[in-house]
């Protein structure tokens, strides 16, 4: 008999990148000349991103520039979550963004259903924050990975630990 071919769908976030970016918009923040004397900055903690700046249109423009450091380090824009800015001590605003890691509950059940929908010949397993599909031979995974890809889960998804 057959060995089953499975792989594991998952929603990681690269965190040293995340790190990377994060530094490099702290200097970007530091030298450029509209945020001289601005109370502007951007901390990682954990997996969250802290942004603080003076008013709503300079934290904006924090938001503009990590968000550029992200893409350029391949970082996807939807695994950040954004809250909502609140004022902050000494007349700053403060954001936070949750860097989501892990596919929830719901969003799971929802790519089930699609692959269950359109008939394709393969089983996925919800393991907690991750999805294995097992199908009998690989041209079944490869059509489940291509749908997948075409669907919008709202969600950045990697495919891994194809075999």
């Known amino acids: 008999m057959a060995k089953d071919s499975s ?3 998952v929603s990681k976030v690269d965190m040293p990148e995340v790190d990377n970016a994060v530094q490099q ?3 970007e923040l ?3 000349f509209d945020f001289k004397n601005s109370k502007s900055s951007i901390k990682l903690e954990a997996d ?7 008013d709503d249109f300079k934290l904006s423009n924090v938001v503009d520039i990590l968000e550029s450091k992200l893409v350029k380090r391949g970082v996807s824009l939807r695994a950040l979550e954004y809250g909502k ?11 936070e963004v949750k860097l ?3 596919i929830a509950q719901e969003k799971s059940k929802l790519i089930n259903k699609v692959l269950k929908d359109n008939k394709v010949k393969v089983v996925s397993s ?3 924050d991750e999805i294995r599909v097992t199908g009998k031979n690989k041209d079944d995974l490869q059509a489940a990975i291509t749908l997948l890809r075409k ?6 998804l990697q495919f891994i630990n194809y075999r």
Do not use: H, W, Y
Not at 85 to 95: L, M
Not at 151 to 156: A, K, N, P, S, Y
């Open 7 to 9: 792989f594991d769908i």
């Open 25 to 27: 918009a702290q200097k």
């Open 30 to 32: 530091a030298n450029r």
């Open 48 to 54: 969250m991103i802290v942004l603080i700046s003076d």
């Open 85 to 95: 800015s609140k004022p902050a001590a000494g007349d700053t605003v403060r954001q």
């Open 100 to 102: 989501v890691q892990g």
């Open 126 to 128: 919800i393991q907690g």
């Open 151 to 156: 669907e919008d889960f709202g969600i950045e």
